[in-house]
Every structure is written in C-alpha cells, then in structure tokens.
C-alpha cells in the first residue's frame, strides 16, 4: 500500500458515520431494541445458514469462532491517531506554552485513544474511566499490552460512573508485566506528578475490591486534556447531570490551564430512524437509529456486525440510549459549569442518502474540521467541541 493509499485509508477510518453507505435492499431489519444493556444476548447471534445453528449453539464454538465485539468496534468506529493529533492542535492553540502530558479518558471504553496516547512519549500518562468492567479488562489485556513496557505503569484505568469519579475503582491486572499504579491520596490539587508506587496485584483482573484504591485516593497528575469521544455525553440524560459531570472535568483539570474536548452528531438525518452500514474486508458494520423523539430529543442507537467468513450476524452487539444535545445546550452547560470560552469546530459529513461503494473502505472522506461561529443544517455533520479551562 502506497503513503498516499495509507494515508487515505487513515482518514477513511478516522470518520465515524462518514464512512457508510445506505443499507442494501434484503437485509433483515429488527424490530425491537433491547434495554440499555449492552452485551450481545445470546439471540444476538444470528446465523446466515441454517447448518450453522448446530455449532453456534455449542459456546465454546461460538467464543473460539468469533472475533471480540470489542475488537470489531474499534476497527469500524473508532480513529485515535486523528483525535490525538485534533487534540494536540486545540491544546497548542487555546492553551499552549507547554506541552500536553497528562490525558483523561472518559466513558473510555476500551481506552484505545488512551493506549494509543502513551505509545509516542514515555512521559505521557492516561487516566480512563467507563461503567463497563469487561470493556475496561479487554483494554488491559488486548490493548495496553500493545503499547510496550510503558503502557502499564502510564496508564490507571477506573471503573465507575463519570457522575462519581472519586468512586470508581482502579481496575487492575495479574499479569507478570502488568503494573499497576498503586496511586494514593488526592486528585488535582496540585500539578505535581508524585512517584507512584508501583505495585504487582494478585487476584486477576477485576476493579479493586480495596476502597483505597479509588479514584479519591489516587495520586494522579492534574490533566491537560480530558477527553469524551464517540458521543458519549449522549449516555447522559438530564442537564443537572451534564453540568455536573463537566465541573468534574474541570476539577480534574490543570489550573495552568486544560482543555475538555468532546464530540457530537447531528443534522437532519440524526432525527428520523436510519440504517447505515460499512463494509470492511471480513465483516460488515451496520449502525441502527431508532425513531427520533423530539420532546425528549432521545433516541437509540445499536451497533450490528454481520461476519462474511462466519456467515453469522452479532446484531446488538452495542446499544445506547442517546439524548442528542444541540451545540448550544453543550455550550450552556458548559459554561455554567465554569469554563471560560467555547469553541465549535465541524465538518460536514456525507449525505445519508447518497449510495456509495460499497467496497473496501468507501469514498475517500478528506474534509477537515473547521472551527465556525455559524453552520447551516445539513443533513449530517460531527463537531469536535473545546472547552478552555
Ligand atoms: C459510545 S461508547 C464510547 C466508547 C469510547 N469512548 C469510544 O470512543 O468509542 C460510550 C461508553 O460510555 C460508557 N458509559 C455510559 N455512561 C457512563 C457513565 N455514566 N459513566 C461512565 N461511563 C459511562 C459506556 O460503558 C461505554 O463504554
């Protein structure tokens, strides 16, 4: 693959829903959604053939057969490197002067962005945190293992509610090379990096089941950037809890000055029921919206993958109750909670109901974002939202 192709290909991936074309005619749509949960259920299986139902019966099979779900998530939705290189150019602009280290995380997930931030700078540290245990154990193993000798001991990742951040436990790891900080104490009062004490655990994987080590007794350094991607301020409801949560970010932050960076969705195809997908070369992603409720402004959003080699369907292998904040609700709250300015920065996105190939990774994607004090409606656009300490 040439440097042209690579590069391509990069910003390709680094879209969220720019990469996908309508759904072909044929493909079995479901009709109902399950709660809030977001493990695939066992009827979330779904064999092509009908030969298959005997081995996908048999768990063990099944396991062995299938890629993680996690892992088929961070090849069709998620992009670190363009992130990071977004967030080092906000940082550079609206703080400057010194050089982002220190990462926050949240709603993380499988904390890809964070393994991927430590990867260029031994100096650099990450904090993640998320609800979901299993997603934050597979980053430990599948994820931070990646990174090398560093990633261990740069890397604290919690498991708990961003609306309680000194609640959550520090997830940890039995692993021979797996090092976990043993962090203690206060959190941002100061911008010191205090040496931690690293610490081998025994016990396997699991958040810690020793109050101390919460996010309240952790000695961690004060941010520079926090970080909350793929939506996922949509997973809060009311805007009490949005105010909250970003002062708890602006408490976690630098008082040299940090930025908050988020991102959301929207325009006209955000507010009707729509199906999408994309095809990568083993399988294809399919993102499904449900009705749009314009009282509540809510809707849901599942995630299906449909393995060509497997002939099987993960269909809800995620599923999200999303409220769809507009910029100005964002902006609002976000200076209610504290911050001192806001900044806009989006692209346009491609039309929803223009058919694309549906090969490979799709048509090449290469629009920027660009910050902007005004934007009409279209019928997609993603912004990145910047919110200076
Ligand atoms: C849309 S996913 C985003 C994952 C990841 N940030 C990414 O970029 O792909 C939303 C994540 O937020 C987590 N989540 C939802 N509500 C949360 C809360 N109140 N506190 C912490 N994590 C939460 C979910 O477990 C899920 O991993």
């Given at each position: 693959m040439g440097k042209k192709e690579?590069?391509?290909?990069h910003q390709q991936r680094g879209s969220r829903r720019a990469d996908f074309y309508e759904e072909e005619e044929g493909y079995e749509a479901g009709?109902?959604?399950?709660?809030?949960?977001e493990q695939p259920r066992p009827d979330d299986f779904e064999d092509e053939e009908d030969e298959?139902?005997?081995?996908?019966?048999?768990?063990?099979?099944?396991?062995?057969?299938?890629?993680?779900?996690?892992?088929?998530?961070?090849?069709?939705?998620?992009?670190?490197?363009?992130?990071?290189?977004?967030?080092?150019?906000f940082f550079l602009m609206y703080v400057g002067g010194r050089q982002p280290l220190h990462l926050q995380e949240d709603f993380c997930g499988t904390a890809l962005l964070s393994a991927e931030w430590l990867r260029s700078d031994p100096r650099r540290t990450a904090v993640g945190l998320d609800l979901d245990l299993e997603a934050l154990q597979w980053c430990m193993e599948n994820n931070v293992n990646k990174v090398g000798a560093d990633g261990y001991s740069g890397i604290s990742l919690f498991h708990g509610n961003v609306l309680q951040p000194l609640e959550?436990?520090?997830?940890?790891?039995?692993?021979?090379?797996?090092?976990?900080?043993?962090?203690?104490?206060?959190?941002?009062?100061?911008?010191?990096?205090?040496?931690?004490?690293?610490?081998?655990?025994?016990?396997?994987?699991?958040?810690?089941?020793?109050?101390n080590c919460t996010k309240r007794n952790s000695r961690l350094p004060a941010r520079d950037i926090v970080c909350a991607f793929n939506y996922s301020c949509c997973c809060l409801h009311k805007r009490a809890d949005l105010v909250l949560y970003f002062k708890h970010v602006l408490e976690a932050l630098s008082k040299k000055g940090g930025i908050f960076v988020m991102d959301v969705y929207g325009g006209t195809s955000s507010e009707q029921?729509?199906?999408?997908?994309?095809?990568?070369?083993?399988?294809?992603?399919?993102?499904e919206q449900d009705e749009f409720d314009i009282i509540q402004r809510k809707t849901r959003i599942s995630l299906h993958f449909h393995?060509?080699?497997?002939?099987?369907?993960?269909?809800?292998?995620?599923?999200y109750s999303w409220r769809l904040w507009s910029l100005p609700e964002i902006r609002d709250c976000l200076e209610e909670a504290g911050?001192?300015?806001?900044?806009?920065?989006i692209r346009e996105m491609p039309d929803t109901k223009e058919n694309r190939s549906t090969e490979g990774f799709g048509v090449a994607q290469d629009v920027?974002?660009?910050?902007?004090?005004?934007?009409?409606?279209?019928?997609a656009w993603n912004a990145y939202i910047v919110a200076v300490a």
């Open positions: 690579k590069k391509q290909r009709n109902s959604f399950p709660s809030d949960q298959q139902e005997e081995k996908n019966n048999d768990p063990q099979h099944r396991s062995n057969d299938m890629p993680s779900k996690f892992l088929l998530y961070q090849q069709s939705v998620q992009s670190p490197k363009g992130d990071i290189s977004y967030m080092l150019k959550a436990k520090l997830v940890r790891s039995d692993e021979p090379q797996e090092l976990v900080r043993n962090i203690i104490l206060t959190e941002s009062t100061n911008d010191l990096v205090e040496a931690s004490a690293l610490e081998s655990v025994q016990g396997g994987l699991e958040a810690s089941a020793d109050d029921k729509l199906r999408l997908q994309r095809r990568f070369p083993n399988f294809t992603y399919v993102w393995l060509q080699k497997q002939q099987k369907k993960l269909r809800h292998a995620f599923s911050f001192q300015s806001v900044h806009f920065w920027k974002y660009e910050e902007v004090e005004t934007f009409q409606q279209q019928d």
